[in-house]
Structures are given as C-alpha cells and as structure tokens.
C-alpha cells in the first residue's frame, strides 16, 4: 500500500483542466547467454551471487568486452523501429551510488546511441492508429537486485535489513527511450498501454528478448506531467519506476494524472521524483528525488572502445527483420476469414499470437481460438493476469488440443491438465501420465460401469427401453462421475442404448 492516501480529482475533471504529457522508457533484457560484458550466464533463477565475476563486480584490474550478439540485437531493435543507426556510437559511465550498481557506475550510452530518431505506430482498440516517436534506443547493463527483510512493504524502509544479489548486475539491455506524446488527452492510459503491448510484440517478434514483464526482463518507467489547458510549457514530471504489467501501466497513468491534478488544483507543487507503483491498489508513492544528466556525470568509458555499426552490416541485419506482427496479423485475418471487430477484439485480450503460435505448433486455429478466449482467458481473469503472461506456452496448448483430437482426452481432463500446466505441475503428457487422466477405451470396463447405473436406476432404465432416449443422459453422467471424467460420453451413450435395447 502506498505510505499515504493520496487524494485525486476525478478524471473528467482532469481533462476539463489539464493535457497530459508522457514519456515512456521501457528497459528489456536481451536474450543473450552472456552478460554485456563478460562470460557470465544471465540465466534467470540463479542461487544468488553465484553468476558473477570480477568484471562485473567491478573488481580491480578487470576489464569489460563487449557482447557481439547484444549489439546485434540493439541494432535489430533500431531498425525494427525505424530509427537511424549511428555508424559509430560509444558507451558512458553514469556515475552513482547506489548498492544495487557494484562498480558505483553503470555502463551505458548517452549523446551518442546506436538508435535514434524512430517511431512505432500504435493500434487502438477503437481501430485508430497514434504514432509514437521514438528519441532513442540505447545499450546498457542492467543492475543487481535488492531484497529488503522486514518491514510492511517489502521496500527499503521500515526493513531491518537488506540482501544483495548481482546475479542480474550486467545484464544486457536495450532502453528504448520516446519522445514527449503530446495530445492524448483521455486517452493517454490506453495509448501507454497499447505502446507497451505493441513494443512487447514486436521485440518479441525479432526473438532478442522474452519480455516476460513478471520477470523483469521488460519493464517501464512512465514519466507524466501536466500543463494546464492552452499552456505551452511542459509541468514537473514524475517518473512512476518497473511498472510490471500492461494493465498496471494504464493504472500508473490514470493515476499519476488524478494525482497531480489534485496537488495542482490545490495550489501544491509536483515535486520532480522516483515513484513507486503499488499492484495491490493500483496507487504510487514517493521514491527518491529524480536526479538531471548532470548529476550522473555522463563520460566515455575509456575500456571500451566505439562500436561501429557500417552500414552494408546494418543492412545485412535489416534483412534479417522478421514480419512485422502487424502485418503479419492482417494477413492471418485473411486466412481465418474472420471481421476486423472479431480481430480487434482478439488483439485486444492479446490473444492473436498467442493463438497463431498455437496453430504453428500443430492445433488447428478453430481449436486454438477457442483455448485461448473461453478457457484460458478465463484462467488469465482469475489469477489476475494478462492472457500472454499465462504459464503456458502455445505449445503446450497444442499438445493438449492434440490429445483431445486423438480422443486420448475429453475436453474437462484436457481443462484439468491445462490447469495443472498453469499451477506448475509439468508438462501436458507427464501430467496425464502421473494423473492417469487418459480416457477409458477398454470397453469391458465401460461395460462394467453402465451396467452398475442401469441397476442403479431401474426406473431410468425402464424409460429409455421405453423409447425416452434423453433419459439416457443420467446414466451417462453417473458412469462419467464413476469414471472420474475418464470415459467418452459418445461411447458410454452408445453402450446404454445398446444394453437397453
């Protein structure tokens, strides 16, 4: 919860009043092997402090080098938003203490990206398209993590102690960096989020990064301000840091602008600060005051030398850009043959990959599409997460389409195995094995079980010899319960009707 209740001004008031500004920095961690620079693993999940080495612990006499393949990627992001690549860019420190940075200093750039001057255009629900400009997008490292122990909040105050682990400190990362978007007015949470979602899908798209957002591997600092109606100077902002979620990026935002123009109305000032975002209540806090480039003391960092990107290399990278989701989507459409309001509404829950992959790994798209919005969006809905967030792959999911395909499973054991999937069990054929959930085929033991209903249920029985087939539906369901919901309803039918012939 947020250390103080904040008070707000309802949002319609907001835009009566105020134009808000935003500026996204989305931070994602490269898929690489290695750190940015140096040989240690960037698996995540390590024993803490067990993926380190002098480099980078910044321990006297080492020396960083470069990841090839993270530059590859950074340059591969730049193009996939349409920025220039500087033939010769060159990482900075940026100088800071902070427990969490071992050398004190981080390894990043600064007047001199490797992207600059790109855009992305962002889809909204209603159809519409809004341009978001791109300033930069740039290498760095990432930092180590923190774990406060005690306290309330699981943050630094109120702890009796913290633990530091560097096993993520130097991780490579691309900062992807917007300009200012002016003009949204209310509809400035939903273009964030939309901006984040189509940044998620396309990155995911090159195949650089995971952006799993509950792992940290994308994360988004939302900078807001606002300025009062026919004002042309920008307000103080305030930079809301790792929101984790796409949902929770709308929230910031939503709430960043109730916040601020309460303070505002009031005669109050927005302080320039770090914010913390609270899942909880969707609320943010107080941090720390936000520094200026000044304060970090930006120079070139004199270990490594410039990174060159020539430009026929960069081409050749260019060509490596793979269908863009976008148009890739358009032309899914087509082959499914379903409405634009059918599709919105599909890209809307961030279902359309999720099914395209499915159906790429062997699921027709019919039964894909029916997984992934009925049951598994009802999964995303009570466990409070976004659909591709989920913890199971297309693949899996698949599987499990197959099993019921091959009529090794009913639709409710493939819901239990899907279930089991997303409660971290294992995976589809291991967890029916293990549950021995595989359909009855044996039709002697079938035979065994309608018999048992039928003396059961004399007088039901006596019904469908009768001719009230429907009544035959209360034996099937007492043999399915009999069974566990491991027999075929179509056969267990066809044997009452035969036994009651």
Known sequence: ????????????????????????????????????????????????????????????????VANAK?????????????????????????????????????????????????????????????????????????????????????????????????????????????????????????????????LRDLLKSLDVSDVRMDQGSMRCDVNLSLKAKGATEFGTRTETKNVNSLKSVETAVRFEMQRQAAVLSGGGEIIQETRHFHEADGTTSAGRRKETAEDYRYFPEPDLPPVIARPEWVERLRSTLPELPWIRRARIQEQWGVSDEVMRDLVNVGAVDLIIETAEAGASADAARSWWVSFLAQQANARDVELADLAIAPKQVAEVIGMVDEGKLTNKLAQQVVVAVLDGEGEPTQIVADRGLEVVRDDSALQQAVDEALAANPDIADKIRGGKVQAAGKIVGDVMKATRGQADPARVKELVLAACQ
């Open 1 to 64: 919860m947020s250390a103080a209740i904040d008070e707000l001004m309802d949002f319609d008031d907001v835009i009566e009043t105020y134009d808000p500004v935003m500026g996204m920095e989305v931070h994602v961690e490269l898929g690489t092997a290695t750190k940015m620079f140096c040989g240690c693993p960037t698996t995540f999940g390590g024993e803490p402090n067990t993926q380190v080495c002098p480099a980078c612990l910044g321990l006297p006499g080492a020396l960083p």
């Open 70 to 198: 993270a530059v590859e990627s950074a340059v591969r992001i730049g193009l996939a938003l349409n920025c220039s690549i500087r033939e010769s860019s060159v990482f900075a420190r940026k100088n800071y203490f902070y427990p969490d940075q071992p050398k004190n200093y981080q390894i990043s750039q600064y007047d001199e990206p490797t992207s600059y001057d790109g855009y992305l255009d962002v889809n909204l629900a209603d159809g519409t398209t809004w341009r978001v400009e791109i300033e930069r997008a740039h290498m760095e490292e990432d930092t180590g993590k923190s774990l406060h122990i005690g306290g309330a909040t699981g943050r630094i105050h109120g702890a009796s102690h913290s633990l530091l682990d560097y096993n993520r400190a130097g991780v490579p990362l691309v900062e992807i960096v917007t300009r200012p978007i002016e003009g949204a007015g209310e509809r400035a949470p939903e273009i964030a989020r939309a901006y984040v979602s189509a």
